[in-house]
């Protein structure tokens, strides 16, 4: 069985055994993590995800973390010889070993989730958490033209959660933030 899974901005298609450098993962050496973005699993029967499989999931044992070669930059001189120079950078690396390929069930085997170095998990990105906190607190005041996730978070530290609060807002003479007329109309037309 083999699985097409997502990670670092690339993909990789794996089978158990395998031995992959990835883009650098918060994890140590000796820890098991699990991929979830899987966007193909193949075998007797081939699923393929639209964008991801539900419930697939790869699992690999850290093997360690390492560092990527040098890179050796060849410049082209017109009527000279060429020049070869070795550029500072070492990209950042972890090596996994493959240890089994999931087609269902990869969301109940309580395996830590791989996320990269210095990325944040899923529910805690600032773009995700600032219309789930408007829309706990009153309405999406994103669905106003013009309003985009910055508008609305100013919006809401001015005590403007609701539709009919920003429907009753003066535009001219409200000083918690900068209201817009056209914002107003439309959040009467909405309330």
Same mark, same amino acid.
Do not use: C
């Given at each position: 069985m @083999?699985?097409v899974?997502?990670t670092?901005?690339?993909?990789?298609?794996?089978q158990?055994?395998?031995? +992959?450098?990835v883009?650098? +993962?918060?994890?140590?050496?000796? #820890?098991?993590?699990? @991929?979830? #973005?899987?966007?193909?699993?193949?075998?007797? &029967? /081939?699923?393929?995800?639209?964008?991801?499989?539900a !419930?697939?999931?790869?699992?690999?044992?850290v *093997?360690?973390? *390492?560092?990527?070669?040098?890179?050796?930059? @060849?410049?082209?001189?017109r009527r000279?010889?060429s020049?070869?120079r070795?550029?500072?950078?070492?990209?950042?690396l972890? +090596?996994l070993?493959?240890?089994?390929? =999931?087609a269902?069930?990869g969301?109940? /085997?309580?395996?830590?989730?791989a996320?990269?170095?210095g990325s944040?998990?899923? &529910?805690s990105?600032?773009?995700?958490?600032?219309?789930?906190?408007?829309? &706990?607190?009153?309405?999406d005041? /994103?669905? *106003?033209?013009?309003?985009?996730?910055?508008?609305? $978070? $100013?919006?809401?530290?001015?005590? *403007?959660?609701?539709?009919?609060? +920003?429907?009753?807002v003066?535009?001219? /003479? @409200?000083? !918690?933030?900068?209201?817009?007329? #056209?914002?107003?109309?439309?959040?009467?037309e =909405?309330?």
């Open positions: @083999f699985a899974m997502k670092g901005g690339k993909q990789y298609k794996v158990a055994g395998d031995v +992959l450098r883009e650098k +993962l918060a994890a140590d050496a000796g #820890e098991t993590v699990q @991929f979830n #973005e899987i966007l193909m699993v193949g075998g007797e &029967s /081939t699923t393929v995800g639209a964008p991801l499989v !419930g697939a999931a790869v699992q690999a044992e *093997i360690d973390q *390492i560092k990527g070669d040098k890179v050796i930059n @060849f410049v082209k001189r000279k010889h020049s070869q070795t550029k500072g950078h070492r990209q950042q972890t +090596l070993r493959v240890t089994e390929v =999931l269902s069930g969301d109940a /085997t309580g395996v830590k989730a996320i990269g170095a944040a998990p899923a &529910s990105s600032p773009k995700a958490a600032a219309p789930a906190a408007a829309a &706990s607190e009153g309405d005041l /994103t669905k *106003i033209n013009g309003v985009g996730p910055a508008a609305a $978070k $100013k919006l809401v530290e001015a005590g *403007i959660t609701t539709f009919a609060q +920003l429907a009753a003066d535009a001219d /003479t @409200f000083e !918690g933030t900068k209201v817009k007329p #056209e914002w107003v109309e439309q959040a009467k =909405l309330a």
